[in-house]
Each structure stands twice: as C-alpha cells, then as structure tokens.
C-alpha cells in the first residue's frame, strides 16, 4: 500500500516528466504530424503542448490517459485561431496532387502521397476530424468533445472531407486514366 | 450500381496513407523536449513574478502618494494649477494605472447635476451635449444614482486625453441602436432607471456631456442631446471601472464583455 502512495507520488515528480516525455515524444510528434501536415508545426504545436502540460504536471499526470490529455492540447492548439493566423505568414503551394500515377508496387506509394496531400488542403477542423477519426480511431463522440462542437458535427467534418477527397480522387483517377 | 459508404471506402486509404507519412517524417525531432517545455515555464513564471512584482511596486508607491496628497493639500493644488489644460497627464503619472488620472476638485462631478431631475435621456440641455468631432483633452466619468428621493453622485473618475478620445471614438461609429438588446413594455415609474452616467468631456469650449443610460426599461445608449448612440460594450469597458463601474443594470445584463 505505501509502496503504491510512494509510487502515486512519485508520479508527480519532476522527474516522472521528462521520463514520460522521452517516453511519448515520438507517438506525439508522430500524431502532430499527421494533424499539422508539417514537421516545423508538429514540433511547435508539440513543444507549445508540452510547455503548457508541465506548467500543470501534477494534474495532467494524474488524468486518466495523460497522452490523450496532451493531444488534446496539441489539437486545440493546432485549430486556435492565433496559430492559423500565424501560419498565413508561410504560404504553402498550391495543393494539387504531386504523386503522378505510378505502376506496380509504387502504386500504393503513389496513392498514399495523393491522399496526404489532398487532406493538406482540408480546412484545419476537417483535417483534424478526419486525423482523429482514421489515425486515432476515435468515435465521433469523442471528436465532437476534442473539437469543441456536437458529434453531428463532428460527421459532418469527417463526411465532408470525405466527400471532397472521393471527388478530387475520382477526378483525378480520370485524368489519370 | 451499388452506393459506397465513403468512410468504408477511403478510411483505410487514408488511415494507412497517414501512418506511412508518419513514419517516413524521420526528421521529426523529438530530443530535448522536456528540457525546453522546463526552461519555458521557468521563464513564463519568472516574468510573471516580474510583473507581479511590478505591480505591487506601482500599488504600494500609488499608496504613499496618495497618503502624501491627502495629507498635504497645498502640494495638489500646485500641481492642478500648473497643468489646468492637460488633464492630470502630468499628475496621473506613476501613482494609477495608464489613463486613469487623479481627480482635480474643479472639473470634478457637480454633485446636483441636472440628470438628477430625470427628464430622460433627452434632457440633456442644448449646447451642453458633445459634438463628437470636437478635440478633448480629458474625461470626468460621473455616476449617479437616480431612484427618486435618493439621488446622489455614487462615484466618479477622470481620465486622460488618450483615454477621452477612446471613449469617443468607441462611440461615434456605433449605430443608432443595439438590436440585440431586449425591448420592454413597462410603467413610465418602471421606466426610470436606477443609475447612470454622465461622462463630462473637457473640451476647448467648456465641459461637454454625453449621457450612458443602461437601466430601466425604457431607452439605452449614449445621448448628446443631439444624436443618440446605442448601448454596446466597446466603449464602456473604457469607462466603467473603479466606482464608476456599476453592479449591473437592465440593458448590460443583455450585454457581454463590458
């Protein structure tokens, strides 16, 4: 018993954080990746995350999942209006897809670059709906609680990308043909 | 021909077109992470104990001018003498925060002011309202309290130049009324509001007011006996603090962020 309070409290130490952090490190950079679609963002968002999850450590780490508590803030980071201003300061290229049709085994390789970059040109919620649906495996519910609006409209984020990737996909699929 | 269901059909495309480009961001870098989240919060808390510090600096040197202004009179007097064209840009410095300046007996609020009398908002008496476009050098914000048989001057605050023109610029652009806030039907008794504020401009002219009206039921906004402006919150927020700011009132009740 004492030796699981010690271990509780350890939990709350300074060095738990950075022990959590080396820990979780990849699977967070990895995850703002995929939502920022890009590797200086991902380790801004990233690094801005994980300022605000030590400032407070002893209550993040004693949530029940401390991981999905700092994505959280990594995807509430990501869709604040101050850092998609901010982004407006590095325009990107224009979003067209750049994998041409490829044949044999870089075909799958060919279409997972046009499908990433297709979701680069999602809006910021939509793009962060469908990351949290298809690469985090979340319900709809608990996309709907991380982005701050209904489960509705949560579908309808993830529907309405989907729908503008099939139809970009099939357009191109046509041209391609 | 069958329809797919979307997610069905590109989910795994795009669940294994984002795992791939994860793992292919090989130049993520995630060492020293902890380290730098560390030496943010130490520098965060720092300028925060800065400016914690800071403030009880200015709150305690406020606080032994103000004993020193209270306790030698003769010292204030030579002061407001001295800079009776600026509003107190001279004698509000260092002892309250930015645009609040100390008040001087001579522009302070006449304690019988003609909106004690009621009347409404439209009784501001002619030539006594504030033509927006005229250049002002300060604000006397005046507070009253207006329930019948117990009128009296409930707080009062000046302010700067810069502070002055604020106030007037928040309003001029404002519409003729909030749409936003709610209509009454009430008894003309009902009707009267409790309180509200007078803010008295020093202008090259004269002292020229425009009157808040907040409360009752009956109108709401910023009259100059000329033209009427609606009740929005940018341009109360400038004004209403310390005891010029009210508890509440029947129109800012409907408004946020005042």
Known sequence: MEAALAAAEARTGPIDFELWVTEKADALLRFAYVLTGDTALAEDAVQDALTTACARWSRVSRADDPEAYVKRMVVNAHISWWRRFRRREAPSPDPIRSAPAAADGATARAESDAVWALCATLPDKQRAAVVLRFYEELSYAEIGVLLHCAEA????????????????????????? | MPEHDPEQELGPKISSAFRSQADAASELRGSG???????????????????????????????????????SPSSSTAADSSSKE?????????????????????????????????????????????????????????RYGLTPGATTLLGQQRFDATVAQQVIDAIKVLPERNPDLPVFKCTPRDAQ???????????????????????????????????????????????????????????LSALKGW
Not at chain 2, 35 to 49: D, F, M, S
């Open chain 1, 153 to 177: 409209t949560a579908r309808s984020h993830v529907h309405r990308a989907l729908a503008a990737l099939k139809t970009t996909l099939s357009k191109e699929g046509a041209e391609d043909a």
């Open chain 2, 33 to 71: 992470l902890a380290g730098e989240a560390r030496r943010r919060v130490r520098k965060r808390r720092q300028a925060l104990t800065m400016a914690a510090a800071a403030a009880v600096v200015a709150v305690a040197i406020g606080g032994v001018w103000n004993v020193a202004g209270s306790q």
């Open chain 2, 86 to 142: 600026a509003a107190g840009s001279a004698t509000g410095s260092g002892k309250t925060p930015p645009g609040i300046v100390a008040p001087r007996e001579e522009v302070g609020c006449p304690p019988d002011h003609p909106i004690l009398k009621g009347g409404g908002p439209n009784a501001v008496a002619e030539g006594t309202g504030l033509d927006l476009a005229t250049q002002v050098s300060g604000l006397q914000a005046c």
């Open chain 2, 193 to 251: 509001p409790s309180e509200a504020i007078v803010l008295r401009f020093d202008t090259p002219e004269g002292i020229r007011e425009v009157w808040v009206e907040y409360d009752g039921c009956d109108s709401a906004g910023f009259f100059t006996g000329s033209h009427t402006y609606g009740l929005y919150p940018a341009p109360l927020k400038l004004f209403m603090v310390g005891s010029v700011r009210p508890g509440g009132g029947t129109f």
